[in-house]
């Protein structure tokens, strides 16, 4: 039997495998001397990489004219989003890619199967608007959705909140129930992803100061336009703003128990909407998270919102930067110098009632003509967020012959038992010890449990229209 004289195996084997390390080696440092300058891309890559950019922003263009679903041309986001991760590959600091990556992914957004079918319907990425010079336009404006005004589309703040009150509206009318889980799921796990994925991408561009993207009139979707249209940081801030705002939107839509049984089934309807342990307005599983990703996102809006401000009103004060051809500028167009310290005073005020007391002076709460104080903290509700938004509400019962009206079904129509049991509104307002204290502060009437309850109001919300 043949067998190793003086070595064992392993010993054997390692003295086979120091020389040919040693060799790989020898062999990676060799090559590695003979490369160009490994701490960026060489002169060819960045070339390169330049021309599938501008390749990307062409197929881009024709993407977003393509979007409308009675388009005979399918929207293509897929090719341009390739061109610009090989654009990155060879270039990765180039932050023109990372813009267009960043629009792609919009675009994808608006096609994804998964959060059509929970919709049922084709998302509209609106135009800017009257920021960009007035009308809605085709082309790569478009893809920037509606940042400064407030539009319809879904990819805003308010946007999102005026289509979902459209879509519940159409759900209603033509099914009563309401199921919102698959929608729901469809934002945890499509629409949110890539909210986080854009914004990843504006970061990227906003850590140089120095960084402007140049739109031809064709970049633009218009042929026969005279002049370019400047994207800078500036810009860049805004969007990101936008961006996390509507991520704490979307994080606060899947926080709680939104779905509504058929109205017309009376027992489906009282097990939503029991007070003791009904499941509408209830924390889903997944809420306390979602609840301190609110906050999370409402902070990091409030940061990219001051540093718009700031980088804009240094924009006007240097006299090298053309405003001429800017997206968006200080004054004329854009916002004035007054409106700027406004949005700070408004910043700063909302940051600290996300981040602990704040008193909110010189609003007349009660209507007697006197100005009063209200010491706010909004943090608590995203902290420690309330298990069932129902239970901050005065008893109620279902079953009275005013169901749906007074109160929402009120117990026996007893006025004495119309008492907010947590006055603090689950520490919003940390001053108030009782319900008495609670109603008297902000003018309640005491016939108010006359008045229809706030479940009545919402069917009659979601049937208007």
């Known amino acids: 039997m043949n067998s190793f004289p003086s070595l064992s195996r392993s010993r054997w084997f390692r003295s086979l495998l120091a020389p040919a390390l040693l060799l790989a080696g020898l062999s990676l440092l060799v090559i590695t001397g003979c490369e160009e300058d490994p701490t960026g891309p060489s002169n060819a890559d960045i070339e390169a990489a330049q ?38 590959e060879l270039d990765p600091n180039n932050h023109d890619a ?33 920021a960009v010079s007035g009308a809605p336009s085709p082309g790569f404006r478009r893809a920037l959705g509606n940042i400064t005004d407030s ?6 703040p308010t946007g999102w909140l005026t289509w979902m009150q459209g879509r519940m509206t159409k759900i ?37 100061a120095t960084w402007t993207l140049l739109l031809t009139p064709q970049m633009q979707g218009f042929e026969d336009l005279d002049g370019q249209l400047e994207i800078d940081v500036t810009d860049i801030f805004l969007v990101d703003s936008t961006m996390h705002a509507l991520k704490a939107m979307l994080h606060f839509f899947v926080s709680y128990n939104l779905n509504i049984p058929d109205t017309m089934v009376e027992t489906e309807v009282l097990a939503a909407f029991n007070q003791t342990d009904g499941t509408f307005l ?3 599983t997944s809420g306390t998270t979602n609840m301190g990703s609110v906050r999370t996102s409402l902070l990091a809006a409030i940061m990219k919102l001051g540093l718009f401000a700031a980088s804009l009103e240094a924009e006007s004060l ?56 209200l010491t706010v903290n909004l943090s608590t509700i995203f902290t420690a967020p309330v298990q069932d938004l129902k239970q901050l509400l005065p008893p109620y019962s279902w079953g009275s012959e005013d169901q749906l009206f007074f109160w929402d079904g009120y117990l026996e129509q007893d006025p004495s038992q119309f008492v907010f049991p947590d006055p603090t509104m689950g520490g919003i307002f940390p001053d108030f010890t009782t319900d008495a204290e609670f109603k008297a502060f902000f003018g309640m009437p005491t016939d108010m449990w006359l008045l229809p309850g706030p479940f009545f109001l919402l069917l009659i919300l979601l049937g208007s229209g």
């Open 172 to 208: 209603v009318q033509g099914d009563p129930a309401i199921d919102l889980d698959p929608l729901q799921s469809a934002v945890e796990t499509v629409i949110l992803p890539t909210v986080d994925a854009v914004i990843a991408l504006l970061g990227a561009v906003e850590s140089d």
């Open 51 to 88: 021309t599938l950019i501008d390749e990307g922003f062409g197929l881009l263009v024709m993407a977003f004219e393509n979007i409308d679903p009675s388009s005979e041309t399918p929207a293509d986001f897929t090719t341009p989003k390739a061109k610009f991760e090989d654009a990155l």
């Open 98 to 130: 990372s813009v267009g990556l960043a629009l792609c992914e919009i675009g994808l957004l608006s096609q994804d199967a998964t959060l059509l079918a929970a919709i049922g319907e084709i998302v509209p990425v609106t135009p800017i608007g009257r």
């Open 282 to 284: 209830s924390l889903r």
């Open 318 to 373: 240097d006299p090298t930067d053309d405003q001429s051809d800017d997206l968006i500028k200080l004054g004329t167009d854009g916002p004035t110098e007054e409106e700027l310290d406004e949005i700070a005073a408004n910043l700063l005020d909302l940051s600290l009632a996300l981040n602990g007391d704040f008193d909110v002076t010189d609003v007349d709460f009660d209507m007697d003509g006197m100005p009063d104080v």
């Open 151 to 156: 539009g319809t589309g879904i990819l805003t």
